[in-house]
């Protein structure tokens, strides 16, 4: 299994010193680089990112045969990983990027990733994080994992983007997680269940008007991101 790596995506223009991670989500392994990105790249750019922009890629693969692809036993194995990715890797990737300024952004499983990165890392390094179809329990409970200290973690806010028609989350993730481990939904459906006042929640259900775990790229402009990265210029 090779391991978590910075891969870049697209040059910035202006905002020089500011620098945006995307982390793509379960089977994503072989999504590596402004090819395979593009719509990504296309849709940050849309909703207003001038930054750089780079990919944390991880290896979010199943080793089973494709005909098990989506088993109970495998979806947690994947879970896990992408906890340990962003626990025991995702600081240290972080330290290693020149800009001051980091903005997160996390699909999927990848929000995961991103949301464990926050759990540890001190506040003042990352600027904003975006956990867009996120499948993350809203009720993380453990101290060393739970929202208030993701919240914490951002110096501006922590936006999660939602669909509540989304199919991988309606299925694979609820059934899984109530299987697994009793979770509760996930955050790309419904917001946080604590309040903190740096979290915000969006929910795209009319815009994507589809129940299409793909379609987000093309709908972020409709976010507050683009009032966000539009106030830093």
């Known amino acids: 299994m090779d391991d978590p790596r910075l891969v870049g995506l697209s040059p910035g223009g202006r905002g020089r010193d500011r620098v945006l991670v995307y982390v793509g989500g379960y089977l994503s392994q072989d999504d590596e ?3 395979d990105l593009a719509p990504w790249v296309a ?4 909703a207003g990112w001038e930054g750089r922009m780079v990919q944390l890629w991880w290896d979010a693969s199943n080793a089973k045969g494709a005909a098990r692809r989506l088993g109970i036993g495998h979806w947690g194995k994947v879970v896990h990983r992408a906890e340990a990715v962003g626990r025991d890797h995702g600081p240290r990737l972080l330290a290693c990027l020149p800009e001051p300024e980091v903005t997160l952004v996390g699909f999927s499983l990848g929000a995961r990733v991103v949301f464990e990165t926050l759990c540890r890392i001190g506040p003042g390094r990352v600027r904003d994080a975006v956990l867009v179809g996120g499948a993350v329990d809203r009720d993380h409970k453990p101290p060393e994992r739970d929202w208030v200290r993701a919240g914490d973690a951002v110096s501006h806010r922590l936006l999660t983007v939602a669909n509540r ?3 991988v989350l309606q299925g694979l993730y609820r059934r899984r997680h109530k299987f697994l481990w009793k979770g509760t939904s996930p955050v790309g459906l ?3 269940d604590v309040f903190h006042p740096k979290i915000e929640h969006h929910d795209l259900t009319d815009a994507i008007d589809s ?3 793909a379609a987000y ?3 972020l402009h409709q976010t507050p991101l683009a009032a966000w990265w539009r106030s830093l210029e």
């Open 190 to 192: 419904k917001p946080v």
């Open 165 to 167: 028609h989304g199919a």
């Open 43 to 46: 849709g940050l750019r849309t």
């Open 217 to 219: 790229p093309g709908h």
């Open 33 to 35: 680089g402004p090819g």
């Open 211 to 213: 129940a299409s775990h």
